[in-house]
């Protein structure tokens, strides 16, 4: 089974502090993603890896960046953290579309909040 | 336009009902589908790949419709456990990235 594992499942933070995100998956995959879920809106991509220090901007990549220098981990940093930023994040792994259909296995999800 | 709409619902049915999703995505070119389920607080997981000739896995059934660009989800015999949030997944080609639905809403009652 795959394993996605997020460093924390509850966060709180202040405002302007820098955040890390941590993200360590166990199957080798070459792709990984950081998404932010809230009600009403679903799931936002952020940022997405599809290969060691490979990153691209998803759809709202602002206030975040990536870091991704080995393939099993995939950090998200919240460079000056704001009240805006507070939701759930959920980092997920999957192998290359070349592999075939391809789901997205997901971690625990990290429930952030900014204070 | 959003790239992939379902209809957020609540769906409140009683045990033993069937139940049917339908979600739409705009990107034609789209090549992979598949529906999640998403309990409350926790995170998303693989319910079924949906396949061009329609598949079944137990009490779910899935189908596409690349002319009419939706695929959908039956559920039949409802169970209690089947309350959930219901996520229409799409990968639009070429991408590597999943584009999602905001999910419908199920809940089963006794």
């Known amino acids: 089974d795959v394993k996605v594992t997020q460093s924390s499942r509850y966060l709180v933070k202040r405002t302007g502090e820098k955040v890390f995100l941590e993200c360590v998956q166990d199957?080798?995959?070459?792709?990984m993603f950081w998404y932010r879920q809230d009600p009403g809106l679903g799931l936002r991509l952020i940022y997405f890896?599809?290969?060691?220090?490979?990153?691209e901007k998803g759809d709202i990549p602002e206030g975040y960046s990536v870091s991704r220098e080995k393939k099993e981990r995939f950090s998200l940093i919240l460079e000056s953290a704001s009240t805006n930023q507070t939701s759930m994040y959920l980092c997920?792994?999957?192998?290359?579309?070349?592999?075939?259909?391809?789901?997205?296995?997901f971690g625990d999800g990290t429930r952030l909040s900014i204070l | 336009r959003k790239e992939v709409e379902q209809d957020p619902g609540p769906f409140n049915v009683p045990e033993g009902a069937t139940v049917a999703f339908n979600c739409t995505y705009s990107?034609?070119?789209?090549?992979?589908f598949f529906w999640y389920r998403q309990d409350c607080r926790k995170e998303p997981k693989l319910l079924m790949s949906?396949?061009?000739s329609g598949n079944e896995d137990g009490r779910f059934t899935a189908q596409l419709n690349r002319a009419s660009q939706y695929i959908s989800l039956l559920i039949r015999d409802s169970k209690l456990s089947d309350s959930a949030t219901y996520l229409c997944?799409?990968?639009?080609?070429?991408?590597?990235?999943?584009?999602f639905g905001a999910g419908t809403r199920l809940t089963v009652k006794p």
């Open positions: 199957m080798d995959h070459e792709n």
């Open positions: 890896s599809y290969d060691v220090k490979m990153k």
């Open positions: 990107n034609s070119a789209s090549q992979s």
């Open positions: 997944v799409v990968i639009p080609l070429p991408a590597y990235d999943m584009r």
């Open positions: 997920a792994s999957s192998l290359p579309i070349t592999a075939g259909t391809s789901p997205q296995h």
């Open positions: 949906v396949y061009s």
